[in-house]
């Protein structure tokens, strides 16, 4: 149903999202870092994308930067994973752009919720 | 191919426990450091949430207890000492036996481990203990609202809300889904049309809702824009509900508590004394710099393919490479000036995918080093000889395969380096040295080899008690005129040791000679350097991968065979002259140094008539020379090498064997071997003359 990207250098972060997301009817594609979901964005266009913030080469604070650029990606939600529960770190990545947020770790059900939240099927 | 996601967070989970053990002896050095701090907790932060979400339960019940811990130290309210490092080393032990093999935990020894733990944070200040339950139940939605008729709720986001991705009729309809809803909106401030910025938001709503949801269903509806916008919530004043009437102001203005503790964070809002404790403007600060520091960190796991698929690739490229050989040869011999420039082309392609290849398999030294660490904390700990553990070279980059085959060579001498090289606290101050000793283990490239040293600054070795041990042993003769370098090489003899007495960690003699014959399996050498009083050396020669050399192709009698180009060190023409002047002995002046030669026709036993001009290829392991006498240098050959069948294992001369461009084999010869040979034919030589 709807495309996700899902950006994160913890494979096993993104197989969670990828089972949880998968049987759910979306078609979710990985990306290892920042630079690789950038990459994919320009490829490809997606309903939400879901981040993690910290990551090698790209971090996800310079993803959704750089995403918020493109004009594709002007009005696509973005979530971020962030293990923190600092307000601080949350400030600055909706300064970035971002739309909202996911606490790590996550059960399923709080993922799903957050998707329906933010995709219209 | 999918993945056991379990299995996936094993993997995951190992890599995070190896980085925590890494950042926890240096803890242990530094334990002020606040990035090691945050790496600590964020470790264990991460393998308790994984953890938590795959099932892994006493993973995440076991960790909780150190997350909590590192958390206090972090917010400084506890400090990192030595007992809480070394609880916490034995603790990612247990949680790595929980992770890997569950069944054999014994949960005693978990709460042991955690007692200790509460034992030690409990001797900080109260507030320690406190601040974890205060976490855990701010989780706890505060007491909800008793159902009311309905709810009017007034919405008004930041104008720039449509930039951040949000879309407000999906919150609209969000709040639709909670019951019936009147939406009423207000666009009194939207301007005229040539005007109008279509990112801008400036519409505002009022919604009256009809459901008997809590105010916190409401909010969790604005989780996300919670602070980007202003939400008044109030209850409906109908049927007797009105005692909360317009009292039941919005916590627009309220306590960050509220706004970010939505359904999906049940770790949100700690307690607001922790979070008073921590300086708020220092908080952003060290944030970054470790988002920076764990970008450069985890640098290194990217990629993650299993190592059959890239043996797989290897040997692939390897067969590439042969059969470019034979292209390249067939098209040398003949005279198509288009299929010389293809298969030269190819050539240059197949060499930069040889070398692509092989980079792919090289790790950095680093992840080796880091499991050295534990062990010398450990053994210094045993023997309690403090011991500074340095590391030189960390990005020196080895093919996989090869780390993992030094790992066990290291061990032995870095075990030896503590319990024999140096010396315990008393000898060491009579010496005025330092009380602490130093072990340095560095790697570095020289050309095509890497170089790793084991260095010690210990009493160095005793050359007169090894000499006795081997004039004992019957190895020598009492007496036997021997450098100090040769008698050193004794220790490399199986069953040799000078320990007086036997510890557990070494001194049985099944060390050295082992580590010798693997490092000279993986065609590398090892050599012993020492100052008497200031400590020894230990240097192994690597070369950097197994699977393809450089080799130089030459002809002896009607056989081909390859030296490793690493090996060369010059070819020379073996003259009539020079030979007339060896005098029948096989030896050679090379600019005034005597090096022996061996003829390589007389080792294979070649037939047939000689060459008539034979080229002297002057090889060299460490600082020992030898020349090989050969008929023909053929010229350089990318060599792939196969390891000969279980039948020639005990074919010492040979390494491993190649395919040539023809398609006929070559034999790779084992310098070392050879250089040894070489020597002791020398040796022979020498003593006739010396009687």
Request: glycine letters at 8%.
């Amino acid at each position: 149903m709807a495309n996700i990207l899902t950006v994160d250098d913890s494979p096993s972060v993104r197989q969670m999202i990828k089972l949880v997301l998968g049987p759910a009817g979306h078609n979710v594609v990985e990306a290892g870092d920042g630079s690789e979901g950038l990459a994919k964005a320009k490829a490809q266009s997606f309903d939400l994308v879901i981040t993690d913030l910290n990551m090698p080469v790209m971090n996800g604070m310079q993803m959704i930067k750089a995403l918020r650029a493109l004009p594709a990606f002007m009005g696509t939600p973005i979530v971020f994973l962030t293990t923190e529960s600092d307000d601080a770190v949350k400030q600055e990545a909706k300064a970035a752009g971002a739309t909202g947020w996911i606490t790590k770790p996550f059960k399923p059900e709080q993922l799903l919720a957050v998707v329906a939240k933010l995709v219209r099927a | 191919m999918e993945l056991d996601p379990t299995e996936t967070f094993r993997q995951e989970a190992s890599e995070l426990l190896d980085s925590l053990e890494t950042v926890l002896l240096d803890l242990g050095q530094t334990p002020q450091d606040r990035d090691l701090i945050d790496a600590a907790f964020r470790a264990l932060h991460t393998i308790k949430g994984s953890g938590a979400m795959f099932g892994f339960d006493k993973v995440a019940a076991f960790t909780h207890d150190f997350e909590t811990a590192f958390d206090l130290i972090r917010k400084g309210k506890i400090d990192a000492n030595h007992d809480i490092v070394t609880v916490s080393l034995s603790a990612r032990d247990y949680i790595r036996t929980l992770i890997e093999d569950p069944d054999s935990t014994d949960p005693i020894i978990g709460e042991a481990i955690v007692e200790e733990l509460q034992r030690l944070i409990g001797a900080g200040p109260a507030a320690a203990k406190n601040a974890a339950p205060a976490a855990e139940t701010a989780a706890e939605p505060a007491p909800g609202n008793p159902a009311s008729a309905g709810w009017r709720i007034e919405i008004a986001f930041e104008p720039g809300i449509l930039r951040n991705g949000t879309n407000p009729l999906v919150l609209l309809d969000d709040l639709r889904a909670l019951g019936p809803c009147t939406v009423e909106a207000d666009l009194g401030a939207v301007p005229v049309l040539e005007e109008l910025d279509p990112e801008t938001c400036l519409i505002t709503w009022t919604v009256t809702l009809e459901s008997a949801c809590s105010q916190e269903e409401i909010e969790d509806v604005f989780m996300f824009v919670r602070d980007e916008m202003k939400l008044v919530i109030a209850p409906l004043a109908a049927g007797g509900q009105s005692g909360f009437g317009l009292d039941m102001s919005m916590p627009g203005d309220a306590a960050p508590a509220t706004a970010t503790a939505p359904v999906v964070e049940p770790e949100a809002a700690p307690a607001p004394a922790a979070r008073a404790a921590a300086p708020a403007p220092a908080a952003p600060a060290p944030e970054k710099a470790e988002l920076n520091r764990r970008a450069e960190d985890k640098g290194t796991t990217t990629v993650r393919v299993q190592a059959e698929r890239l043996d797989e690739l290897m040997d692939r490229v390897g067969e590439l490479v042969i059969a470019q050989a034979r292209l390249s040869q067939i098209a040398h011999s003949g005279t198509d000036l288009a299929i010389k420039a293809i298969a030269e082309e190819i050539e240059r392609l197949a060499s930069g995918l040889r070398d692509s290849t092989m980079g792919v398999r090289m790790v950095p030294m680093g992840s080796l080093f880091g499991r050295f660490r534990r062990l010398v904390h450990d053994l210094s700990r045993d023997l309690g000889k403090p011991v500074d553990f340095v590391t030189v070279g960390e990005d020196t980059e080895m093919d996989k395969t090869m780390i993992e085959r030094l790992a066990d060579p290291l061990v032995h001498l870095i075990r030896n380096a503590i319990d024999h090289g140096i010396e315990n606290a008393d000898d060491r101050a009579r010496t005025a040295k330092s009380a602490t000793g130093r072990i340095e283990l560095a790697a570095r490239y020289v050309g095509a080899q890497v170089l790793v040293t084991v260095q010690d600054d210990g009493a160095g070795l005793n050359t007169a008690r090894i000499r006795a041990k081997a004039e004992e042993n019957g190895l020598i003769a009492p007496g036997a005129n021997l450098s100090e370098h040769e008698i050193h090489q004794f220790l490399f003899h199986p069953g040799f040791s000078t320990a007086k007495t036997i510890s557990a960690l070494s001194g049985r003699g099944v060390g050295m000679d082992v580590v010798k014959r693997t490092i000279e399996a993986m065609r590398g050498t090892i050599d012993l350097t020492t100052i008497p009083g200031h400590g020894s050396s230990v240097t192994l020669r690597l070369p950097l991968t197994l699977a393809i050399i450089d080799g130089l192709l030459i002809r002896v009698g009607e056989g081909r065979y390859i030296i490793p180009l690493s090996a060369v060190e010059e070819c020379i023409e073996l003259t009539a002259e020079a030979e007339a002047r060896a005098k029948g002995r096989s030896f050679l002046n090379v600019r005034g140094d005597l090096v022996p030669f061996l003829r390589l026709r007389d080792v294979f036993d070649a037939e047939g008539q000689p060459d008539p001009h034979q080229k002297v290829i002057v090889t060299s392991i460490g600082d020992t020379r030898v020349g090989l006498v050969v008929d023909q240098i053929i010229g350089s050959h990318q060599t792939v090498i196969k390891s000969l069948s279980k039948l020639h294992s005990d074919v010492t001369m040979f390494s491993g064997a190649t395919i040539l461009g023809d398609g006929s084999a070559a034999l790779i010869l084992d310098v070392a071997q050879l250089v040894t040979l070489g020597q002791s034919r020398a040796e022979n030589d020498r003593t006739p003359e010396a009687a």
